[in-house]
Nanobody, 119 residues
Framework: QVQLVESGGGLVQPGGSLRLSCAAS????????MRWYRQAPGKQRDLVAH?????TYADSVKGRFTSARYNAKNTGYLQMNNLKPEDTAVYYC???????????????WGKGTLVTVSS
């Protein structure tokens, strides 16, 4: 079994910063792609950052968010600066990775971490 656990969410004032972490454990193999999604109440889940051969960001977070991943440690981060109330959402880590059981990459999701931006 592959487990993804996000951490680092919480309450922050507008203009503040948070750093989310994603840790993969269990039978994880090689991570090819790591993505961060977010879902605000009553809205669809949207892609925030994609880290594969290159890293891309949603227009709404460009210049404020930075994604990094460290395959050797099976971890990734989403540094979020200058947070705005509209960034309030549950943030999910998603990876395409192999496992001990299969060399065919599959998609795995974490359970999410809540980020609330409010004064």
């Amino acid at each position: 079994q592959v487990q993804l656990v996000e951490s680092g969410g919480g309450l922050v004032q507008p203009g503040g910063s948070l750093r989310l972490s994603c840790a993969a454990s269990g039978s994880i193999g090689h991570i090819y792609v790591m993505r961060w999604y977010r879902q605000a109440p009553g809205k669809q889940r949207d892609l925030v950052a994609h880290s594969g051969d290159s890293t891309t960001y949603a227009d709404s977070v460009k210049g404020r968010f930075t994604s990094a991943r460290y395959n050797a440690k099976n971890t990734g981060y989403l540094q979020m600066n200058n947070l705005k109330p509209e960034d309030t959402a549950v943030y999910y880590c998603n990876v395409w990775a192999t496992s001990v059981q299969s060399s065919t990459p599959a998609q795995y999701w974490g359970k999410g971490t809540l980020v609330t931006v409010s004064s």
